[in-house]
Structures are given as C-alpha cells and as structure tokens.
C-alpha cells in the first residue's frame, strides 16, 4: 500500500480533493471524497479476490483513489476525461510504471461507460465498485436523486 500512501499524500490528489468537497459543500447525496474512493478500492479488491482475477492491490486502490479527480473541474468537461491529466502526474510522481499508469487512466477513462461492466480486469472492476458503492436503499435524499431508478442501487447487497 506504499504506492497508494504516497497519492493520498500527493499534493495535487490533496488539492484536487479539497476542491471536490468545496464543489459538493452543499449536495445532499453521492459525494465523492475519500469514503466514497476506499469503498470503490475495497468493493474492487473483494470482487478481484473473489473472482481470482489476479489484478494487483496497487493498481486497483490507484484506478479507485484517481477515479473523481476531474469532479474538480474544469466545468463541461467530463470529469472522466478531465481526470486524466492530474491523475497520469500524480501516478508518474508515485512510482508507477508507464505500463501501470496508463492501465490505471484507460479504467478511469471509461470507470462512466456501461460497456465496461461486462469487462473483467481493472476498467471492469472499477465500473462495477464504483456503481456498487452507492447506498441509495438508504439515502435520505433518494426521493430527489437525479439518477435514473434503473441506476440506483435500491436492493441491499452486503
């Protein structure tokens, strides 16, 4: 977990996580800070052991942990997209391979895309933990969810 330490003490990922909670200060659901990244990296990581994947710890807490950075702007880009750039800096300033890193953005790039649930790997994984780490079953802001129902995780999974 070395690697996954020196993101979450990166300065930019630190930057970038102040801005998202500023941005959602006020929004009553869904919020992306760092509960919402370790649920994505352990729903991820159980899903890999239990399907005997083999996708390395690293990797997985690093794709989850970078998921949201472009919720922090710029505004109309997607944040999947607008990601990218600060997450490929602060994997290359946290010892990743190039090989890594660019696994780690091409699940980040496509964690929003519904093609990627059907995947097994990284981008797969990332999909599935993300959407899997919703609790709307019991949030008290459901009713006023601007997700679509088909979306929203309304049956407890455990």
Known sequence: ??????????????????????????R????H?????????????????????????????AAALVHD?????????????????PAREILDGCGFTAAERDAVLEAVSCH??????RRDGLAGLLYRADKASRLC?????EPGCNWAAEKKNLVFRG
């Not at 996954?4 to 941005?23: G, N, Q, T, V």
């Not at 919402?36 to 159980?46: C, E, M, P, S, Y």
């Not at 079953?137 to 802001?141: A, G, R, V």
């Open 1 to 26: 977990m070395e690697r996954a330490d020196r993101i979450c003490r990166h300065p930019l990922w630190r930057a970038r996580l102040a801005a998202i909670a500023e941005r959602e200060r006020d």
């Open 28 to 31: 009553p659901f869904c919020r």
């Open 33 to 61: 800070g760092i509960a919402h990244l370790t649920d994505v990296a352990r729903l991820a990581w159980i899903e890999n052991l239990e399907r005997g994947l083999g996708v390395p710890k690293a990797l997985i807490y």
């Open 69 to 85: 950075l472009g919720r922090a702007g710029p505004d109309g880009v997607p944040h999947e997209r607008a990601g990218l750039t």
């Open 112 to 117: 929003r895309n519904p093609e990627t649930a």
């Open 137 to 141: 079953l019991f949030c008290p802001s």
